[in-house]
């Protein structure tokens, strides 16, 4: 059974920085590429984030450029998202997710965890 | 950057009504569109992927089609659990995705 377990989400002043983990089972990370996805409080989705299964390529909306960083660690099965500069507006529920595309990116989120709350606030 | 928007954003229909909800592309995206479903205090779920194929597990009573700029999702029979928002997804310009602003379904 495939499980992804967000975790290090938190109340973080604006400007401040919080890291964000993902621990997956139930399938071969290594083969596949990952994301975040989040939702602000009763909003729709939004693509944050995508790794390469060999972190061979990165991408990142362009809301968060040059702010967050995605990363991951195939020997401990986990992806991270380091999240810099945070602003009011990235206040929300930060979902990973597994792509279906196995050694290749297919845009196609197959999987998602439960989510992890990032809350913004002075 | 492809932009991604859906309608109706609501709508109300009753059990075992035929509900269509349409997605429209800012540019061609080929067949590259994918549906959710999420329920409240849920994680979204994957539904269709590729425009027409059904994800593994989700019931037949739900379909896509279209190619290009616009595409529809189809629930025939609407059961009691559809009731849900639904958001369509473009996975053209990989890595960098795109979803729709979601269709919120619920009971009249």
């Known amino acids: 059974e495939v499980q992804l377990v967000e975790s290090g989400g938190g109340l973080v002043q604006p400007g401040r920085s919080l890291r964000l983990s993902c621990a997956a089972s139930?399938?071969?990370?290594?083969?596949?590429?990952m994301h975040w996805v989040r939702q602000a409080p009763g909003k729709g989705l939004e693509w944050v984030s995508g790794?390469?299964?060999?972190?061979?390529?990165?991408g990142y909306a362009d809301s968060v450029k040059g702010r967050f960083t995605i990363s991951r660690d195939n020997a401990k099965n986990s992806l991270y998202l380091q999240m810099n500069s945070l602003r009011v507006e990235d206040m929300a529920l930060y979902y990973c997710?597994?792509?279906?595309?196995?050694?290749?990116?297919?845009?196609?989120?197959?999987?998602w965890g439960q989510g992890t709350l990032v809350t913004v606030s002075s | 950057d492809i932009q991604m928007t859906q309608s109706p954003s609501s709508l109300s229909a009753s059990v075992g009504d035929t509900v269509t909800i349409t997605c429209r592309a800012s540019?061609?995206?080929?067949?590259?569109l994918n549906w959710y479903q999420q329920k409240p205090g849920k994680a979204p779920k994957l539904l269709i992927y590729a425009t027409s194929s059904l994800q593994s597990g989700a019931p037949s009573r739900f379909s896509g089609s279209g190619s290009g700029t616009d595409f529809t999702l189809t629930i025939s029979s609407l059961q009691p659990e559809d009731f849900a928002t639904y958001y369509c997804q473009q996975s053209y310009s990989i890595p960098l995705l795109t979803f729709g602003p979601g269709t919120k379904v619920d009971i009249k």
């Open positions: 790794i390469t299964w060999n972190s061979g390529y990165t």
């Open positions: 997710a597994k792509d279906m595309g196995r050694n290749l990116v297919r845009g196609v989120i197959e999987y």
């Open positions: 139930g399938f071969t990370f290594d083969d596949y590429a």
């Open positions: 540019q061609s995206i080929n067949a590259y």
